[in-house]
């Protein structure tokens, strides 16, 4: 019984009726009862844990009373009407107080509230101060009656006020969507950058003033005209490609983030931006966010940059041939004969003289990189061959560490189409840094296999391995393990990092593995063929190509230098 | 191995001195100096040079003009011109190359092998 008291408490809770105000149609039915049973007293009693409580009372003052005392609380232990004709007569309730005492009650008859679920929450009662016999069939009907309309006024009341409710909780969260729409436009509004919308149909759907102000329009005249007006060619290239292949469901981004373009303003005029495209696809309306940015003064300052360490890059050589050219002649025994000391002398000052021709050299790569301008002179390249060559290169300085290198057996077909020079520069790159972190009397292994992407050139050395905390740094620029190692090793850090552009421009992909103490393999793949397939080929520069013959033929220093960059040390 | 007579147009003191000490390692070479393009030109009524070794960066009139005024000499249309430049970048060299020059040796050169580069180029 214990389980269904609470059920039954549970089930009056729910009603949320306890300790509220008055309600017209509750004082209206307990008016009625009163009225339709000659009752001077009538309540409507719901029977909490404790007490009764009193939602609509006529004739008595209180509005609950302890449920020890309550004669409803007999009423609900029953399904049917509880009639007490005489109190006094009646052994349950003989001593009840408020029959000894006030209001001194003798009649009573209490029918119970019933839930759906048969829950019994209270009574509607008519009580009165003196016995009565005259309670009959037809009177038990309509209390039945009357305690049935107040459970449905009670169901209807808690259907309503949860229906309000609800209602008040979705103006509340329309209302707060509202204000965060207004903030996400102001934050659109005031952002310095332009943002797009474009819908699927490749028309612009709205525009925030930045954007208006950057391509020189107003007053949305922009809305519903084609996007490609704006960035043409590029916009239509990226708009196909992303309704071709959309990316994967959950892919946040979609567009490559920062793409530099050229843009038209509305009197025709070209300005590069930088730009970035997303898919929306989770929103209800489908399209396009596009946030463009003017880097005209960007693209200003990089130039001035870029002539800057191009001009001091330039200025810096010819001093330096001077000096390496006067070091030269002296070295090689024309000028007269040197004395043994000043001949040790000499060396140094010529190989640091190449040092800073190196790292000229390499600043220079690098602000080519940076600045998208390293051009790739395609042409059928025998890697055979050039491994050998490059070990050829490579093997004066490897004498002077007493390292060997060592070719393994390789395919003397294996042909990949790619800029010569570059590979070479890349292959002696590798090599120098294999012979440089090799113990003395070791050996550095180049060999050739097929890879994932093409063919597969790795360059091993047995040195003690890259540090841990360095391996995320390889490739960064000016990358050097510590710095005590730029003296002892004499590199400029830029190597690996021109290393990887260099492949990463063939479609080809650069890396390493390495083990502390056991030593490090660098390799790096390029694909092969003829770049039909379109991977090499797509880097191939429209202007002239200089092949490594006629630069051979000019004996050209630098690029020498640079394919062989440790024979000089 | 026949005699080749120079002309090495530079703003460079230094290099001009360099270029000559080194290219007369080789006994048959001839050199004359000019420190400018407008130097070149003078001097190129009383000497008739084989071969011409020419700075690109130089003051008022820098290696290109100097090409293009000498291509204006009827007698200089053909002569060989090696451009002696700093600036290490292919593109560059294949632009010099295009602008008529017979070869390209950059800074800084091999002071011991600088004549026999050039006899390379002329033989070319």
Request: proline share 5%; net charge negative; hydrophobic share 40%.
């Amino acid at each position: 019984m214990q389980a269904s008291e609470s059920e039954r408490l549970l089930a009056l809770r729910n009603y949320e009726i306890l300790d509220t105000p008055p309600e017209a149609v509750f004082d209206d039915l307990v008016r009625a009862a009163t009225r339709t049973l000659r009752a001077p007293i009538a309540v409507i009693s719901l029977v909490d844990e404790q007490r009764q409580w009193f939602k609509a009372c006529v004739g008595l003052d209180v509005c609950e009373t302890s449920r020890e005392v309550a004669f409803c609380d007999h009423a609900i232990r029953q399904d049917a009407v509880l009639v007490v004709p005489d109190a006094e007569q009646d052994d349950r309730f003989r001593d009840n107080p408020l029959v000894t005492g006030a209001p001194a009650i003798r009649f009573y008859a209490g029918a119970p509230l019933k839930t759906p679920d048969g829950a019994r929450i209270g009574t509607l009662c008519v009580i009165d101060f003196q016995a009565r016999h005259d309670f009959d069939d037809h009177c038990v009907g309509i209390i039945e009656a009357l305690a049935k309309a107040v459970m449905s006024a009670m169901t209807m009341r808690i259907e309503l006020r949860r229906q309000r409710l609800a209602e008040s909780r979705l103006i509340a969260s329309e209302e707060a969507a509202r204000l965060l729409s207004d903030e996400l436009r102001q934050v659109i509004d005031t952002v310095v950058d332009g943002v797009l919308i474009i819908g699927e149909d490749g028309r612009i759907a709205a525009v925030n003033p930045a954007c208006e102000k950057m391509f020189g329009y107003s007053g949305g005249t922009l809305k519903g005209r084609s996007a490609s007006m704006l960035i043409p060619v590029t916009f239509e290239h990226e708009f196909a490609r992303m309704q071709l292949a959309p990316p994967p469901p959950g892919a946040e981004k979609d567009g490559p983030a920062g793409r530099e373009v050229m843009a038209r303003r509305s009197d025709g005029t070209e300005f590069p931006i930088e730009f970035s495209v997303g898919a929306m696809r989770k929103s209800a309306v489908s399209g396009y966010v596009t946030v463009v940015r003017d880097i005209t003064e960007r693209k200003v300052i990089d130039r001035m940059k870029s002539e800057l360490i191009s001009t001091i890059s330039h200025e810096l050589r010819t001093p330096l041939t001077s000096i390496k050219g006067s070091i030269g002649l002296i070295r090689s025994g024309v000028t007269g004969i040197i004395p043994t000391e000043s001949s040790r002398m000499l060396d140094i000052a010529h190989n640091n003289c190449n040092r800073l021709i190196r790292i000229i050299n390499d600043i220079l790569d690098i602000e080519k990189i940076s600045a998208g301008m390293m051009a790739i002179n395609s042409e059928s390249v025998n890697l055979a061959s050039l491994l050998t060559e490059s070990v050829t290169d490579g093997k004066a300085y490897a004498d002077q560490l007493n390292i060997t290198l060592v070719v393994a057996e390789v395919d003397s077909r294996s042909v990949v189409y790619a800029d010569r020079d570059r590979l070479m520069q890349v292959l002696a790159n590798l090599i120098s840094n294999a012979v440089k972190f090799s113990n003395p009397g070791g050996r550095v292994e180049i060999s050739l296999d097929r890879g994932d992407l093409g063919y597969r050139v790795s360059v091993t050395d047995h040195g003690p391995g890259i540090p841990a905390e360095f391996r995320d740094r390889v490739f960064s620029r000016f990358a050097q393990a510590d710095a005590s190692d730029t003296r002892r090793k004499g590199g400029t850090g830029l190597g690996l990092s021109i290393a990887k552009s260099i492949i990463e421009q063939h479609g080809g992909a650069l890396g390493f593995e390495t083990e502390a103490g056991r030593g490090t393999t660098f390799h790096f793949e390029i694909p092969d063929g003829r770049g039909d397939d379109g991977s090499a080929a797509a880097v191939r520069p429209a202007h002239a190509v200089m092949s490594r013959r006629t630069l051979k033929s000019a004996n050209i220093t630098p690029p020498v230098d640079r394919a062989q960059p440790v024979r000089s040390l | 191995m026949s005699r080749v007579r120079l002309l090495h147009v530079d703003d460079d003191s230094d290099i001009l001195e360099l270029v000559t000490y080194s290219i007369r390692l080789d006994p048959l070479f001839e050199v004359r100096c000019a420190a400018s393009g407008a130097a070149a030109l003078a001097c190129l009524g009383a000497f008739t040079p084989d071969v011409i070794l020419l700075d690109v960066m130089m003051p008022s009139m820098d290696g290109r003009q100097t090409l293009e005024a000498i291509r204006q000499l009827p007698e200089h249309v053909a002569t060989p011109v090696i451009f002696l430049t700093a600036r290490a970048f292919r593109e560059d060299n294949a632009r010099l190359i295009a602008l008529g020059a017979k070869g390209v040796i950059t800074k800084p050169f091999d002071p011991m092998t600088l004549a026999r580069d050039i006899r390379k180029i002329l033989a070319d």
